[in-house]
């Protein structure tokens, strides 16, 4: 599991060096292959072990081809997806058309999400951050019904 915010910087060659405690786990997963592709909603990246990607792909690739909704984001998360590999430093070059995207300069911020990470520009991060923190909370009669139930 990849949990927390990490405060890390690209160098100037594009490389993010991903923190240390989540290498070795990294090398058992997958063998430091991991995806990057953009995230369709906000302007971040998702970081992917290989694995968990591979699982993602094949049940992006079995959406419907005729419905506008699926190819939109097979294209998006397919299109965009390129594989990288950590090197013997722990870093990972992030593709320029994925850094512009995400707008990724020298400060990164590095959110575990579980299965992956999110890769946001620590300023659109911290941003966005405030906004969600000032968003009045959902009536339960509209959360999903997982989050319903779920006790924290």
């Known amino acids: 599991m990849f949990r927390g915010l990490n405060s890390v910087q ?29 995230d369709t909603e906000q302007a971040c990246l998702l970081l992917y072990p290989l694995p968990i990607w591979l699982e993602i792909e094949k049940k992006l690739t079995v959406l419907p081809s005729f419905d506008a909704q699926a190819r939109r984001i097979q294209r998006l998360l397919i299109g965009h997806a390129t594989e990288v590999e950590l090197d013997a430093a722990g870093r990972l070059l992030v593709p320029p058309p994925l850094r512009e995207y995400a707008g990724l300069e020298k400060s990164v911020a590095l959110i575990g999400q579980g299965n992956k990470f999110e890769v946001w520009s620590e300023a659109q991060w911290k941003q966005g951050r405030e906004t969600w923190l000032a968003e009045p909370l959902a009536e339960i009669e509209s959360l999903p019904d997982a989050l319903k139930n779920l006790a924290l």
């Open 10 to 38: 690209l160098d100037p060659k594009g490389r993010l060096a991903i923190p240390s405690r989540y290498r070795q786990p990294l090398q058992e997963l997958c063998a430091n292959r991991l995806i990057f592709t953009i």
